[in-house]
């Protein structure tokens, strides 16, 4: 029997399997459970399973980190604090290409009870920069994430310069007369 097999049933390596199972799995919390013990989690998912975050990219490779902290807001109510981030490719509305974006997003979400007890908590807190939603006894925090990170996105992402904006500034140069005079001195 080779060494090598016997370290692929090595327990250390079986019980990091599982675990990542389990981090893999522990999508679904109970919103106000989380909040109350003031859990946190942290990861780290591939741009590629989020569906409808993809749908809007150029590209799905990469990988999003994001952290989501459970707590208290001083009026009383739960709150879940989100931060997501990463490098996604967009489609430039000018020309149309990919190009490179820096995704970095924090927002904080007041859980109310119900959909009535959210609305209620959204008119009595009255503060803009707060969403307020419905918890959840399973909430599924991927969705959560994916939320945060479409509304993140540029309305309308261009590049500084597209690719194909080379013509238009040698345009340029050479209209100079600054450029031109330099030369016949
Ligand atoms: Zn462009």
Known sequence: MSPLWESGLNPAIIAGFLKH??????KNVDSFEFCQQQQQLVGQTAVAEF???SA???ATSGMLD???TGGRHSSGVPQLSLK???QISLVCQRCLSPMSHLLSSESTLLLGKDEADADEV???IEDESLDVIAGSASMDLMVLLEDE?????????KHA???GDLPTAGAEKAESPFAVLKKLR
Do not use: F, K, Q
Request: aromatic share 4%.
């Open 161 to 163: 310069e597209c690719p």
């Open 122 to 124: 959204e008119a009595r």
């Open 21 to 26: 199972l389990a981090a893999m799995s522990a």
């Open 149 to 157: 990170a479409l509304l993140a996105l540029p309305l309308s992402p």
């Open 56 to 58: 809007e990219l150029a």
């Open 66 to 68: 994001w952290t989501i």
């Open 84 to 86: 997501v981030g990463g």
């Open 51 to 53: 569906a409808r975050l």
